[in-house]
């Protein structure tokens, strides 16, 4: 199950360092005008071979990892251009976690701001969760947000610190557009107040022309 307080469910380990934006969702795949679609392109040269035939023996094609819900990954996750489509395809994919050491700047708060949930652990740890998660018998984890805890089918925890601001969000349910409407009374005082203070910079709406 899923909810705004946990990810709960199959792991998949993708143990590769500096995975950048373009490896997650190749620049082919960003000519639409709209987010739709682009689940096709999720790490598309991986799973796909260039004569177009599906790569069986890569983990997201194999059977057991076909429902993951968490990838586990290399250090500086996500690095590369800020194109946010990664972050849009991967929940697109039915992605709902990243677990790694490190990730790239952008990709991070992109990736904040549109409620997938980036976990950061040690190496030594992400190693340990990696080599057991490589196993389908003990693939599912589940990722407590509320106890900012990590916890695997062999019965392990491992606990993660989060920024407030992005756990308050994703324990909300909301998005970055969301988080910010919450304050939505503060922001139309702050207004009128600026207004009053300098009117002069206000720009008025044209007469219309009878």
């Known amino acids: 199950m899923s909810d705004f307080s946990r990810v709960e469910g199959v792991a998949a380990t993708l143990p590769i360092a500096n995975l950048d934006t373009d490896q997650i969702m190749p620049k082919q795949f960003l000519l639409g005008t709209d987010k739709s679609g ?21 983990v997201l094609n194999r059977p057991e990892w076909r429902n993951t819900k ?3 990954g290399g250090a500086n996750f996500g690095c590369g251009s800020s194109r946010e489509h990664a972050v849009w395809g991967l929940q697109q994919f039915g992605i709902e976690a990243v677990i790694a050491p490190s990730y790239g700047e952008i990709f991070y708060y992109n990736a904040a701001n549109n409620r997938l949930l980036t976990v950061m652990l040690t190496a030594d740890e992400v190693a340990a969760i990696s080599a057991e998660v490589e196993h389908a018998a003990t ?7 509320a106890a900012q805890v990590v916890r695997t089918a062999s019965g392990q925890s491992y606990a993660f610190q989060m920024d407030e601001r992005q756990r308050n969000m994703y324990l909300d349910g909301l998005d970055v557009l969301g988080a910010s409407l919450k304050r939505l009374p503060e922001i139309e005082a702050f207004e009128r107040q600026h207004w009053r203070a300098h009117p002069w910079t206000r720009v008025l709406p044209l007469a219309r022309v009878a």
């Open 38 to 58: 682009l689940a096709r392109g999720v790490l598309f040269d991986l799973r796909v071979a260039p004569d177009g035939h599906v790569r069986e023996t890569f």
């Open 70 to 72: 968490v990838i586990v």
């Open 139 to 145: 693939s599912r984890i589940c990722i407590d947000v």
